[in-house]
């Protein structure tokens, strides 16, 4: 419950979590039981995670395919991550014409060199090859 209270996580990530510490415990016969109880009374939500998630990483400047590694990485399904990422109220190139904009201001490019460094920039933060040209022109 103390992981919980802090922020949203996912049953996986709680999982590999409660396993490092508790070392004694059998995950099978403790661990995940108390997680699936957690999970019956609403309490630990995959779903309320990944909407949670997202938003963060898109207000912190990520692009989808940042999101789904990292995603990715905490044990979520990829097509749950898709879901939650690729969700129609989530407008890619606006958001990744945002973060340029936030970083370089929204005067175009001078030459060759600092539009290959914004597309560097972008490719970093998660946008895909097409939401980078969109934005750039």
Not at 87 to 107: G, I, Y
Request: aromatic share 8%.
């Amino acid at each position: 419950m103390n992981l919980l209270a802090r922020r949203e996580q996912s049953f996986s990530e709680l999982t590999q979590k409660l396993t490092r510490k508790f070392p004694d415990f059998d995950r099978d016969e403790v661990i995940l039981p108390a997680l699936e109880r957690l999970r019956e009374e609403n309490l630990q939500s995959d779903a309320r995670f990944l909407d949670s998630y997202v938003r963060h990483r898109i207000h912190a400047g990520m692009g989808p395919l940042r999101i789904d590694m990292e995603l990715g990485q905490k044990g979520v399904s990829s097509s749950q991550a898709r879901a939650a990422i690729y969700h129609e109220d989530n407008d890619w190139v606006a958001l990744c014409q945002e973060a340029m904009e936030k970083r370089f201001s929204d005067a175009p490019p001078a030459d060759m060199a600092e539009k290959q460094k914004r597309y560097r920039f972008l490719q970093q933060r998660g946008f895909d090859s097409d939401q980078i040209r969109q934005v750039l022109g």
